[in-house]
């Protein structure tokens, strides 16, 4: 019998590595393992949201995947022989340090996280399968099959990463309920003549529509499409692929030396509890959908970024499993709102109806556009699709002190990032926040503060300073950005609690930290 962990985390994907990437951060001891022998070498999952970015950045691998990455804000829309240009995210420059949608290829994000745990002293355990899991009320005892023979992991706490057709999750008696799309997709890594270089392509026609996003590596371009119902039960080939990109357009754009050529269906489901017992679900083991959106892996990976935290709580005794139960409670509701935004776009994209294969190629075409040059409409856009708008305010982590503040994120937001300086070094609001502790935001005239030392009671919480003024070791906020974005003037006088995972847990006006104190008694467990 091995040695007790406190996590296993089953499943060595994006979810997986992001999760065992903040454990380790946390000091906590886990296993990390993957039923597959090697990493994955396909692109798979390709599109890295902004707000992914901002949660890997404490992790220090945000700026690497950036640097290996296709950073595109500029979408071609393709209608018959008409193509529109529409600039998409620049507009999201005010909220937040990753205004693009980036692309890269799921295998080098997969090869970043894992040379940052490699980097940590960490390996992933390959060719490790999960065959059963026992709970008992202090632990859980895993089979698996080994290269060596079958064995046995002992871990206080399981989560399965596993994906879609999780080991965990069956052994866990957790329902996967949902349905299954009868369309058939084709996915097709390979180089394209005929393309404008750095632009995502999106054709549209009464039959579909068909996608080109710049991928760089392993080569140019990932087409996305859907297999017309002859031909889905044949394996895709470059020549019916090539056949299909006619059925869309008329353009001479030819496809040769294909990386990658699948095909997959579509499934919308979620399973039934995210936590069990000393069994949690993360990723595509907790919810699958279109990729229309790009929201899967992101999804997963801040599934892992949520949970990451609590587990490192808990595992150490600093708080009670209770608050694993706020996991379940914040993420089910983002899960179920990806699901209903993907599959209304999935249906509006393959639906057979004649109205809509009517509007399909029109509509966008002209609507899209004009809606891109309405600042205050393309910045909802981009909060949405980024997820920067995921927020978790009917959690019960989620706490409004008092005095009531009238402005500015409400508990339960994500903190809103801004440029600060520090003794005369640029940062930002972000920057100066602990990934792995809980932040107090004091915020107005440094002399306001003066009076109160919170880290004496609370070493375990980060104390962090903002004032418009620069004082020793006051994050300096001489523009007002930061300030203006929590709803604040120079002379206002604040405080908030943020999350390890960036959102606002607490806020209240003025210096009293009383209603603070509760909260984190509560939170505690003192």
Same mark, same amino acid.
């Given at each position: 019998?091995?040695?007790?962990?406190?996590?296993?985390?089953?499943?060595?994907?994006?979810?997986?590595?992001?999760?065992?990437?903040?454990?380790?951060?946390?000091?906590?001891?886990?296993?990390?393992?993957?039923?597959?022998?090697?990493?994955?070498?396909?692109? %798979?999952?390709?599109?890295?949201?902004?707000?992914?970015?901002?949660?890997?950045?404490? @992790?220090?691998?945000?700026?690497?995947?950036?640097?290996?990455?296709?950073?595109?804000?500029?979408?071609?829309?393709?209608?018959?022989?008409?193509?529109?240009?529409?600039?998409?995210?620049?507009?999201?420059?005010?909220?937040?340090?990753?205004?693009?949608?980036?692309?890269?290829?799921?295998?080098?994000?997969?090869?970043?996280?894992?040379?940052?745990?490699?980097?940590?002293?960490?390996?992933?355990?390959?060719?490790?399968?999960?065959?059963?899991?026992?709970?008992?009320?202090?632990?859980?005892?895993?089979?698996?099959?080994?290269?060596?023979?079958?064995?046995?992991?002992?871990?206080?706490?399981?989560?399965?990463?596993?994906?879609?057709?999780?080991?965990?999750?069956?052994?866990?008696?957790?329902?996967?309920?949902? +349905?299954?799309?009868?369309?058939?997709?084709?996915?097709?890594?390979?180089?394209?003549?005929?393309?404008?270089?750095?632009?995502?392509?999106?054709?549209?026609?009464?039959?579909? +529509?068909?996608?080109?996003?710049?991928?760089?590596?392993?080569?140019?371009?990932?087409?996305?499409?859907?297999?017309?119902?002859?031909?889905?039960?044949?394996?895709?080939?470059?020549?019916?692929?090539?056949?299909?990109?006619?059925?869309?357009?008329?353009?001479?754009?030819? @496809?040769?030396?294909?990386?990658?050529?699948?095909?997959?269906?579509?499934?919308?489901?979620?399973?039934?509890?995210?936590?069990?017992?000393?069994?949690?679900?993360?990723?595509?083991?907790?919810?699958?959908?279109?990729?229309?959106?790009?929201?899967?892996?992101?999804?997963?990976?801040?599934?892992?970024?949520?949970?990451?935290?609590?587990?490192?709580?808990?595992?150490?005794?600093?708080?009670?499993?209770?608050?694993?139960?706020?996991?379940?409670?914040?993420?089910?509701?983002?899960?179920?709102?990806?699901?209903?935004?993907?599959?209304?776009?999935?249906?509006?994209?393959?639906?057979?109806?004649?109205?809509?294969?009517?509007?399909?190629?029109?509509?966008?075409?002209?609507?899209?556009?004009?809606?891109?040059?309405?600042?205050? @409409?393309?910045?909802?856009?981009?909060?949405?699709?980024?997820?920067?708008?995921?927020?978790?305010?009917?959690?019960?982590?989620?706490?409004?002190?008092?005095?009531?503040?009238?402005?500015?994120?409400?508990?339960?937001?994500?903190?809103?990032?801004?440029?600060?300086?520090?003794?005369?070094?640029?940062?930002?609001?972000?920057? %100066?926040?602990?990934?792995?502790?809980?932040?107090?935001?004091?915020?107005?005239?440094?002399?306001?503060?003066?009076?109160?030392?919170?880290?004496?009671?609370?070493?375990?919480?980060?104390?962090?300073? @903002?004032?418009?003024?620069?004082?020793?070791?006051?994050?300096?906020?001489?523009?007002?950005?930061?300030?203006?974005?929590?709803?604040?003037?120079?002379?206002?006088?604040?405080?908030?609690?943020? %999350?390890?995972?960036?959102?606002?847990?607490?806020?209240?006006?003025?210096?009293?930290?009383?209603?603070?104190?509760?909260?984190?008694?509560?939170?505690?467990?003192?």
């Amino acid at each position: 019998m091995e040695p007790l962990v406190d996590v296993l985390v089953v499943g060595a994907g994006p979810t997986g590595l992001a999760l065992a990437a903040e454990l380790r951060a946390s000091g906590v001891s886990f296993r990390i393992v993957d039923r597959a022998p090697d990493a994955v070498h396909e692109s %798979r999952a390709l599109a890295i949201q902004a707000r992914t970015l901002e949660v890997l950045a404490p @992790l220090g691998v945000s700026q690497e995947l950036v640097a290996a990455g296709d950073p595109a804000t500029v979408l071609l829309l393709h209608s018959g022989k008409r193509s529109t240009q529409v600039r998409l995210f620049e507009e999201g420059l005010d909220e937040t340090a990753y205004p693009f949608l980036l692309f890269l290829s799921q295998a080098e994000t997969e090869r970043i996280l894992v040379n940052r745990l490699a980097a940590r002293g960490m390996e992933v355990e390959r060719d490790i399968e999960l065959l059963d899991l026992v709970q008992s009320d202090h632990e859980v005892t895993c089979t698996v099959r080994a290269p060596r023979g079958e064995d046995r992991i002992r871990a206080r706490y399981v989560v399965g990463c596993d994906g879609a057709h999780s080991a965990v999750r069956r052994s866990a008696g957790i329902g996967f309920s949902g +349905m299954a799309f009868p369309q058939t997709f084709v996915i097709a890594d390979l180089e394209a003549d005929g393309l404008q270089a750095g632009r995502i392509h999106a054709y549209l026609s009464d039959a579909g +529509m068909m996608f080109f996003f710049p991928l760089g590596s392993p080569a140019t371009w990932r087409l996305l499409t859907m297999v017309p119902q002859a031909d889905r039960a044949a394996e895709p080939t470059l020549e019916s692929v090539q056949a299909i990109v006619g059925r869309y357009t008329q353009d001479p754009v030819v @496809l040769h030396d294909p990386v990658w050529l699948t095909s997959f269906s579509v499934h919308s489901r979620r399973a039934d509890q995210f936590h069990k017992g000393r069994v949690l679900l993360a990723g595509d083991a907790a919810h699958i959908h279109s990729p229309a959106g790009a929201q899967g892996m992101n999804t997963g990976i801040q599934d892992a970024v949520n949970l990451g935290w609590k587990l490192a709580l808990v595992s150490r005794g600093s708080a009670t499993a209770d608050l694993l139960a706020s996991y379940e409670r914040e993420r089910i509701p983002v899960a179920d709102a990806v699901l209903r935004m993907t599959n209304r776009a999935f249906r509006v994209a393959t639906s057979s109806d004649p109205v809509v294969r009517y509007l399909r190629p029109r509509v966008p075409a002209v609507v899209v556009p004009v809606v891109a040059r309405v600042g205050t @409409l393309r910045r909802a856009g981009f909060r949405t699709i980024s997820q920067l708008s995921i927020r978790y305010r009917r959690s019960p982590l989620s706490v409004e002190g008092r005095p009531r503040l009238r402005r500015g994120p409400r508990a339960g937001d994500r903190l809103p990032d801004g440029p600060v300086t520090v003794d005369g070094t640029r940062s930002t609001l972000h920057g %100066r926040l602990s990934p792995t502790q809980f932040a107090l935001l004091l915020c107005g005239p440094a002399d306001s503060w003066t009076d109160h030392d919170p880290g004496v009671e609370w070493p375990q919480v980060q104390c962090v300073r @903002l004032s418009a003024s620069a004082r020793p070791g006051v994050s300096a906020d001489p523009t007002g950005l930061a300030l203006g974005r929590l709803g604040l003037g120079e002379d206002d006088v604040a405080h908030y609690l943020v %999350r390890p995972d960036g959102y606002v847990g607490y806020r209240a006006g003025g210096t009293d930290l009383d209603g603070l104190r509760r909260y984190l008694e509560s939170l505690f467990d003192a």
